[in-house]
């Protein structure tokens, strides 16, 4: 339902802009899919973040991975109810755990290393992660985004490190771990999803 209602409105945009080329237009409607698929599932986040306790610690966790999130993507659950439930224990389990951890010094830089590791290779070889779909066909457009992946990526990781602060350091830490897997072909396999973009070269071979 969504997904026709997002390529209707790229379709009217479109017609209203007739200088918006293919590239522009599956931007448009991968930001739109974003906008009608995530705020209603945020809203519904929060309040049962408020109901947990961590209404502010949550809050904090979506604003720090939203810029890695949207830029290196992730599977997506089936159904509405799945992806609710996903978007909620992503978030507020995050935020409780960050929270409910004290991790020392020597044991923080071994995670960021290892973090950095991690992340650095699965988003060379995932990122941006889409879905059949949001499929990200344009290569420049993948090229961007995997950028932006790497960058803020590492801009958050710097941060973790340098950070006085062990709820936050630990929302980076915990929150990119848990992202970065959610790209990886593993996780896609065993939540039944697919890449768009190899679906769309497959069927053009």
Known sequence: MIDKITQSLTN??????????????EVINYGLQILFGEVPKFFI???????????????ITFLILLPYRGASGGFHLKTHIGCIISTCTFYCGIAFLSKSIIIMSNMKYLLIFATFIFGM??????????TEDVPIISKKVRKQKQM??????V??????LVINNNVISNIIIFGYLVQTFMITRFAYKITNNRYGYELYENASN
């Open 121 to 130: 290779t699965m988003i060379k070889l995932y990122a941006p992660a889409d």
């Open 155 to 160: 801009i958050g990781l710097i941060i973790a």
């Open 148 to 153: 932006l992946s790497y960058i803020s990526f």
């Open 12 to 25: 009217k945009i479109r017609k209203e802009m007739p200088d918006v080329d293919d590239e522009r237009a």
């Open 45 to 59: 986040m929060l309040g049962i973040a408020y109901i947990l306790g961590v209404f502010k610690l949550s809050l």
